[in-house]
Every structure is written in C-alpha cells, then in structure tokens.
C-alpha cells in the first residue's frame, strides 16, 4: 500500500492512499501534522539521553511518551478537513489488509513482514514515519519494553520505507555485487573501533577513508558504478565532523555526489548509490540544505540516516548488522530496516533510524568470494 503526501493548499496537505482495492482522498492540517512530528522527535531526544545510562526502570515511561506522540501523529493523518468518511475508510481497509496478510504469513511460514507500505513525500516534510503508531486510542503505559510489545509503530508493523516523489517505490532493483562499491567515510575517533567491529566490510572497495579529500580522489580514480556511500560519525546543522577540526559542508557533499553519482560521464536513467549517513539527526535538515534532498537526485536511490543523537557503540553495531544484511545476505533494503527495527539487540534504539530509500533494493551478493581486508586510508 501507498501514501502519497502532497498539493499544500493554504494551510492543508493533500493525502492520497491507494493500493488493490483502495484508493482514497483527503486534507490534513499541515501544521497539526508538523506540530505531532516535532512532539515525535522530542520523544527520540528523551530516548537517545537514555541510551548514556541505560537505566531500564526508565524506559517504560520514555516508551509511553513516545507511543503517546505517535498517536497523535497518527491522529493526525487521519484527523480530516474534508471528506472524513474517506478516513474512516482507509483505517478499516488498512486492518483489513494487515489482518489478511497476518494470516497469509502464517499459511506460508515466511519471515517477511506482514504489509508493505511506502510513503511518498517531498524530502522537505519532516517526519518520522516508523514512528506512527496506529491504535483506535490513545495507549496506556507497557511494562513490558521489548519490541513484541510495541508492534503498532508504523516502523514495526509494516515494512515501510518513505519514497521522494517521482520515484516508484515498487521498482525491484537487484544490482550484481561485482558492481557495487563501498565508500566508508568515518569521523576518527570511530575509525579504530569501526575497522575492527565490521572488519571485511569496509574492505570493499572503495575501502575506509578518513578525509574528504581521499574520498574525492578515490571516486575520481574509478568508474562511476553502484557506490553505496557510508558515513559514521558526528553531525551538526548540514556538517559532517570528521575530528581534529575537519569538517564537511552540505555544498561540499553535494560536490563529492556529483562525483559518486558520475556527473556528466553517468547514463541517464541508472540508479547507483545509497546514502547511508549514520550520524546524529542525519535525516533532519531544511530544504535544500539536507541529505534528503542530496539523496533526491538521478543517480541515487535514497538515504538511511537517524532521527536523532546515537551512541557510538549502537551506531557501529547498526552499521554492522545493515551492511551485513545488504551485502552478505542478499536482503533488500525494505526487510534489512524491517528486521533491524524488530531485533532485540538494536531494540529500542533502532527507533532512530529511518528508511529514505528504495525499499526493493538489493545487492545479489556473489558466491565464495569474501571481500579483502581493509584498512583506514
């Protein structure tokens, strides 16, 4: 299923669903929309505060407030100005869809998740969609704080990615691995513990860097192809903080896109890099001046980046598990996210991280050639 986001008009915003047998229509306030994502996004920052102490008595509470934000998020996707039947609609199909499916899953024994849903929206709207969380009421406090317990967060229940517009969210895009590079930038505190923890990852090519001047030099030095661009690190307001004082600005990454993405040398029409910005609050910006919007090029076919602050410790396991994923096991982006949302072992921090990207991309990995170890350059 579908939800395409668009056509402001004054203070509404136009939402259209669709899928077999639905296709529905209907305005939002604008501002209410925005103003329960900004209620999401201060329930992210309490999360990531508690990720220094850990203290699991307090996280039964800071899960309620964040459950209780989604709602109203929730809410407010389907609080609407005009044609309210037609909401009223969309919510009993989606339970129907989602029951359907449910069961489907179990006759078959497959592991996938139980609906698919992507969300189609201008890189300028910021919001959290995995943090939905759809219920008929507001939800009361849950002791129980594992993942199983809170299945209703749209990033739980679906298999949901947020798509720019113009891009077909069904598109399956299954890229060779013998074509598909790895450019590792890290910020060098990260670099030492980053090589060690994903060890033959980062030996792909086009291997780890630590400025961005090797970055450039090594997409200089090499055809364009399918570079999936991986950062760690600290970020700020559009900057990449690399340490020591060296920083990236936003025209300067969009700089070195132009170059990962081939420029004027590229094929029209070839879909080849990822943007994986694990950096704090890597998928917030405004406008024009946010890896979104860098993302929202020819050339590339998304981002996965976070919500908020993350801890190094679980930025560097996400990053681990998710190109292992990518790489190794031959999963598509859209059940990568879906798994990594539900594990355990990320859980509730996988809550940070948002899928910007296309939802049917993978990499068909090769069979008994392990990748060469790498080391920082």
Excluded at 9 to 20: A, F, Q, T
Excluded at 84 to 91: E, K, L, P
Aim: charge should be negative; proline fraction near 5%.
């Amino acid at each position: 299923m579908w939800l395409e986001i668009g056509d402001p008009r004054g203070n509404e915003v136009c939402l259209r669903w669709g899928d077999e047998g639905l296709w529905a229509k209907y305005y939002v306030s604008l501002d209410n929309l925005q103003r329960a994502a900004g209620e999401v996004r201060t329930g992210l920052a309490r999360l990531t505060r508690w990720a220094a102490s850990k203290q699991r008595e307090e996280l039964p509470l800071i899960l309620h407030e964040l459950t209780t934000a989604g709602f109203h998020l929730y809410y407010a996707l389907f609080d609407a100005k005009s044609n309210r039947n037609a909401a009223y609609d969309v919510q009993d199909w989606m339970r129907q869809a989602y029951e359907k499916q449910k069961q489907k899953k179990q006759e078959d024994g497959t592991e996938s998740a139980e609906c698919d849903l992507s969300v189609v929206a201008d890189p300028s709207m910021h919001v959290p969609w995995g943090l939905v969380f759809e219920a008929d009421d507001l939800p009361g406090l849950q002791p129980d704080v594992r993942s199983t317990s809170f299945g209703n967060f749209w990033g739980l229940k679906y298999e949901l990615a947020a798509v720019f517009d113009g891009v077909n969210p069904s598109d399956a895009l299954a890229r060779p691995a013998k074509q598909c590079r790895l450019l590792s930038l890290l910020h060098r505190d990260y670099a030492d513990e980053a090589h060690a923890r994903l060890g033959n990852l980062l030996g792909r090519p086009l291997g780890i860097k630590l400025t961005y001047e090797l970055c450039r030099e090594a997409l200089r030095n090499i055809e364009p192809g399918d570079t999936i661009f991986h950062y760690i690190g600290h970020h700020h307001d559009g900057v990449l903080d690399l340490g020591y004082g060296a920083k990236v600005s936003m025209t300067d990454f969009k700089i070195l896109m132009d170059e990962l993405t081939g420029g004027r040398r590229r094929m029209p029409g070839q879909w080849c890099g990822l943007l994986f910005i694990n950096g704090c609050e890597g998928a917030f910006g405004d406008g024009d001046y946010s890896f979104a919007d860098v993302a929202n090029r020819e050339g590339l076919f998304g981002l996965i980046s976070t919500e908020s602050i993350v801890p190094k410790d679980d930025a560097i396991e996400f990053s681990r598990q998710f190109l292992t994923a990518l790489f190794d096991e031959g999963k598509t982006i859209g059940q990568t996210m879906h798994h990594l949302r539900r594990d355990e072992s990320m859980w509730p921090l996988s809550l940070l991280y948002s899928c910007y990207a296309q939802p049917k991309y993978k990499i068909v990995p090769e069979i008994g050639t392990p990748a060469a170890q790498g080391t920082p350059a």
